[in-house]
């Protein structure tokens, strides 16, 4: 008779604690969607409200570069400077005149911007980051001369006469050489340093970058093969102008003013007899190596 009487009770603890389990799964289930939705609103993302229109900037749209030549869009040239490098050579150039391209001149100009003398070693090219800054700075000011009025400034236009590009290109180079004067007994060891063999590739390009410079102020609007053949005429002529300007002891320039006239007549001259591809392959070439040696290049 006991058998019975445990399995009732058996029976009885089954029912209670199903009872129970039934009582928590009620209760987590409604507890698990208010904590749904708490965490949901928590971690939604706050509502933007749209900002006005004048207290919005547009992004700086960045300049687009072509994949070939153009007066208006010029190549910058590939050396460029930090400001602290900027300020040294910038007073660098001061002791120019004095101590030449040296580094006792980056030595000065480090100390008159306050920097200390290992300063120079900023520099990675020594004097010749210093030749290179000349060289570039002058450029600037060129398009600053022009911006002043240089072409105005000429008798011919004060009289009603209109300059040609052949006109404006002898005024430019000519402006470019007297901006050597005061440095023009120290341009010999420029040279030098302009020759060595790892500076060749960034000093061609420095001329180069002044050919295309003086053409475009002088407003060449060449856009076929006589686009490369005017700025390697141009380079040349500056390049040997430069050396004559050097040894130059008459006033104002005058001797080296009227070899600029005679070679710019010559390269018009051979400019109009160029007509087919090969013949104007060949004046590049020619005129590349030519331009080099003209401003001392051992090429």
Same mark, same amino acid.
């Given at each position: 008779m006991a058998q019975p009487h445990n399995l009732? +009770?058996? #029976?009885?603890?089954?029912?209670? !604690?199903? =009872?129970r389990q039934l009582t928590a799964l009620r209760t987590t289930r409604s507890i698990i969607p208010q904590c749904t939705r708490q965490l949901h609103h928590q971690t939604r993302p706050a509502r933007r409200h749209p900002?006005?229109? #004048?207290? !919005?900037?547009s992004p700086v749209s960045q300049p687009t =570069? +072509?994949?070939? #030549?153009?007066?208006?869009?010029?190549d910058p040239p590939p050396h460029e400077y930090t400001n602290s490098q900027t300020t040294i050579l910038s007073a660098?150039? =001061?002791?120019?005149?004095?101590?030449?391209?040296? +580094?006792?001149?980056l030595t000065l100009g480090a100390r008159d911007s306050g920097f200390l003398d290992v300063s120079v070693q900023l520099l990675p090219r020594g004097e010749f980051d210093l030749v290179l800054f000349w060289l570039a700075s002058r +450029?600037?000011? $060129? =398009?600053?001369?022009?911006?002043n009025g240089l072409f105005e400034k000429d008798e011919r236009v004060k009289a009603g006469l209109k300059l040609t590009v052949e006109e404006k290109t002898k005024l430019l180079i000519m402006e470019r050489l007297r901006m050597n004067t005061e440095i023009r007994h120290q341009w010999q060891d420029a040279l030098?340093?302009?020759? $060595?063999?790892?500076?060749i590739p960034l000093s061609l390009s420095?001329? #180069?970058a002044l050919s295309s410079e003086i053409l475009t102020l002088a407003g060449d609007a060449s856009v076929d093969a006589s686009w490369y053949t005017k700025r390697l005429s141009v380079a040349a002529i500056y390049a040997s102008s430069e050396v004559v300007m050097t040894r130059?002891?008459?006033?104002? $320039?005058s001797e080296t003013e009227a070899f600029v006239e005679r070679r710019v007549e010559d390269s018009s001259a051979i400019g109009e007899k160029l007509t087919g591809f090969k013949q104007c392959l060949g004046f590049v070439g020619s005129t590349a190596i030519g331009l080099g040696r003209s401003w001392g290049l051992k090429i």
């Open positions: 009732t +009770r058996c #029976h009885a603890a089954l029912l209670s !604690t199903s =009872r900002t006005p229109a #004048h207290l !919005t900037s =570069r +072509r994949s070939y #030549h153009s007066e208006h869009h010029p660098a150039l =001061r002791h120019v005149p004095t101590h030449g391209f040296t +580094r006792d001149a +450029r600037g000011l $060129l =398009r600053a001369s022009v911006d030098a340093l302009m020759s $060595l063999a790892g500076n420095e001329l #180069h130059d002891q008459s006033p104002g $320039l």
